[in-house]
């Protein structure tokens, strides 16, 4: 059973929620972290989202698209958008020269592993969040920072009852707002439009919304 509270827009985003809110506990997400995240999509702002609610201290998030950045920001005002161009040394001075406490890779991009570990504080955990296209699946890691650092390294999929039941009553009680990456509803007589918004990466999410009467 739904919480009354959650409308159907909103339970249609539970299950991907439920796998981010997965992955951070799975990271020991902790209140006072600082965190960087990479990749503004649906995925990436779900994990911000979440991350403010458990009381990280700071929430920085990178993308490639600075129009997405500035979208995120827009869905998340407590955010830090951080552009690529020299990204190192804008989390350390954003850290005070200490690297993040919490990385975690929300982009199906396997350079964005690769240089996660450089943006790292001392003790460090990095979630890999998602996997990585069959023909780019291996990457080269620095395992001397991983070494010395004394870094954590976390992968995930999936979620677990519990969590999804944990994830439905978070949104329902307002302190995680999924309604916000609603881009637009259709009904299923533009679904063509829908799928097509979707494939091209219009908007966050396109939901499709069923008439009752059905």
Do not use: W
């Not at 827009?9 to 991907?16: G, N, Q, R, S």
């Amino acid at each position: 059973m739904l919480p009354d509270e959650l409308s159907y827009e909103e339970a249609a985003l539970i299950e991907p929620f439920s796998c981010v809110f997965n992955g951070q506990e799975i990271a020991g997400n902790k209140p006072g972290d600082t965190v960087l995240i990479i990749g503004s999509g649906p995925i990436g702002i779900m994990h911000a989202m979440l991350a403010l609610a458990r009381g990280a201290s700071k929430v920085m998030m990178n993308d490639l698209s600075e129009a997405r950045l500035e979208d995120a920001k827009e869905i998340i005002p407590d955010l830090v958008p951080l552009t690529s161009d020299g990204l190192q040394e804008k989390v350390f001075a954003e850290t005070n020269g200490q690297g993040v406490d919490l990385c975690i890779i929300a982009a199906p991009a396997p350079q964005a592993q690769e240089a996660s570990f450089s943006y790292m504080a001392t003790n460090g955990r990095c979630l890999f969040f998602g996997g990585l296209p069959k023909e780019k699946e291996e990457v080269k890691l620095n395992t001397n920072i991983l070494h010395y650092k004394q870094l954590r390294v976390f992968g995930c999929t999936r979620a677990s009852l519990a969590g999804y039941r944990t994830s439905a009553q978070l949104v329902a009680s307002g302190r995680i707002p999924l309604k916000k990456l609603i881009t637009k509803c259709y009904t299923i007589n533009e679904f063509p439009q829908a799928l097509e918004n979707a494939v091209n990466a219009v908007g966050l999410k396109n939901v499709i919304v069923f008439d009752e009467s059905f």
